[in-house]
């Protein structure tokens, strides 16, 4: 990745945060012709929340905007070397198929009245299944689970390389990245951005992009928007070693819970929201 040294004075577009939705903004930007200047507080991009995901993606939503939204980032994800025209960022994409697992009546109905609704929508390769049926494809799904929905075409890929990748093309065509360099407040001109305030000093602009992550709501009050991000903690576990999990499996959620595993190189990641934890402001603003 080449990063710019200094600051442009000006810029037709700023985007403020280089994780993946950053990285993705310009690459977008810089194929309609912009030629978009991003700037990241940290020494590199992508070292926030992009890295630490589980790397999942898949088309199975409950409403026809998100799932033709995803739909469009699946199509790249499976092109990608060819569509960003770079090589060195490869997604490693292993379609091994989101599962999603049920012990309730209650839940089961919901699933059966979703896979309905995606049928309806097109995504007719989401496929609903009985306890049994689940377990005779899965023989780790225990005896207790009823109800799953499982499409094969979901999967994983490295978000690194993603967000490296996004990013390396925008700036083959166009785009800088600017690294240690924090955006701390913009300059509002008529109710218009007309700038944004850096610690490397203010670039000018007419149009901001806040990408800023878990930290956008704060960045966001900077330009008297009120952002409604709530920040929630999420928990990682990562099992390193654990034999039965097989390397192919789907990854596994409890539709009941949230609670999902993957298995990640010869163990797992397991991943869960404890609903007991309130929201709570990032911790990395006290840094
Ligand atoms: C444990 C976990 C697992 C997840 N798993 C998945 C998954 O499997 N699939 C999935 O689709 N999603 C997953 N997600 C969600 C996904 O990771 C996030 O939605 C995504 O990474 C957010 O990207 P981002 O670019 O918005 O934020 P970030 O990656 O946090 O990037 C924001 C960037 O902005 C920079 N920044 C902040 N403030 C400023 C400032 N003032 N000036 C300059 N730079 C600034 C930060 O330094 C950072 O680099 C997961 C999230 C977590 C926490």
Redesign the pocket.
């Known amino acids: 990745m080449d990063y710019r040294s200094d600051l442009p004075r000006t810029a037709d577009l700023v985007i403020?945060?280089?994780?993946?939705?950053?990285a993705a903004t310009a690459w977008h930007a810089a194929r309609a012709g912009y030629r978009p200047v991003v700037?990241?507080?940290?020494p590199a991009?992508?070292?926030?929340?992009?890295p630490?995901?589980?790397?999942?993606?898949r088309l199975q939503f409950d409403n026809l905007e998100e799932l033709e939204l995803v739909r469009e980032s699946v199509e790249l994800f499976l092109n990608f070397e060819e569509a960003t025209r770079q090589r060195t960022y490869a997604l490693g994409v292993r379609q091994q198929g989101y599962l999603w697992l049920t012990t309730s009546e209650e839940t089961a109905a919901v699933q059966h009245e979703l896979v309905r609704r995606l049928h309806g929508w097109g995504q007719t390769d989401v496929e609903l299944l009985t306890g049994d049926e689940a377990r005779a494809r899965f023989p780790f799904v225990g005896p207790e689970v009823i109800q799953a929905r499982f499409r094969q075409g979901d999967g994983f890929l490295h978000?690194k390389r993603l967000t490296y990748g996004l990013a390396a093309s925008a700036v083959a065509s166009g785009a800088s990245v600017v690294a240690n360099?924090?955006?701390?407040g913009f300059v509002v001109r008529s109710g218009r951005v007309a700038g944004v305030e850096t610690t490397l000093g203010t670039i000018e602009t007419d149009t901001a992009v806040v990408?800023?992550?878990?930290?956008s709501g704060p960045?966001a009050a900077a330009a008297g928007i009120e952002l409604p991000v709530v920040t929630v903690r999420?928990h990682?576990l990562w099992v390193p070693d654990a034999p039965a999990i097989r390397p192919d499996a789907p990854m596994t959620i409890d539709e009941d819970t949230g609670a999902h595993w993957r298995p990640f190189g010869a163990g797992a990641w397991v991943?869960f929201t404890d609903p007991a934890t309130p929201p709570e402001p990032p911790a990395i603003l006290h840094e």
């Open positions: 403020v945060g280089g994780g993946v939705v950053g700037l990241e507080a940290r991009i992508c070292t926030l929340t992009t630490v995901a589980a790397g999942a993606f978000t360099c924090r955006a701390t990408a800023a992550g878990p930290l960045l999420r990682k991943l």
